[in-house]
């Protein structure tokens, strides 16, 4: 399992999004969407609010691993607009656990930037997208501690 996929599972990723975070539209309760779910991982109960959702272990920063770019690329061709991101930040600092989560209601395509793993990789030549940037996009804080 890749270190990527084990902070969105071990640290309860998208699960720990919906336990703490209400809708950030209507405050209603957000729940998960089943696993490998199109472009989005949580939507809300009450109203037609999705997201994309990416756990990192570190201090907030200005790259994060996004996902497969095929589909992201079809639905930017088409012209949808990038999915709505919640980042859940998570790191330590002189012996205490600091966590940040953050609501981007808008990430412009020009803060995606598509990459392709090598042939050696598991996943060989697969196209994948880094968000860039993210440090400089307005976003909402949802939860810190």
């Known amino acids: 399992m890749s270190k990527n996929k084990e902070s969105g599972d071990r640290g ?4 720990e999004i919906v336990k ?3 809708c950030p539209n209507c405050k209603k309760k957000l729940m998960l969407l089943p696993k490998n779910y199109p472009l ?9 609010f999705r997201a994309q959702v990416k756990t990192n272990n570190v201090k907030p920063k200005s790259v994060i691993f996004g996902a ?4 992201m690329e079809k639905v930017l061709k088409s012209g949808f607009l990038t999915p709505a991101l919640i980042t859940n930040f998570k790191w330590e600092e002189k012996g205490k656990k600091h966590q940040e989560i953050r609501f981007y209601p808008f ?5 995606l930037k598509m990459h392709q793993l090598s042939p050696t990789a598991r996943r060989a030549n697969y196209k994948m997208f880094n968000y860039i940037g993210i440090d400089k996009l307005p976003y909402f804080p949802l939860y810190s501690k």
Do not use: A, M, R
């Open 20 to 22: 703490l975070i209400p």
């Open 107 to 111: 990430v412009p395509k020009t803060n």
């Open 68 to 71: 497969g770019w095929d589909i």
């Open 40 to 48: 989005y991982d949580i939507q809300c109960v009450g109203c037609s």
């Open 12 to 15: 309860g990723g998208e699960k």
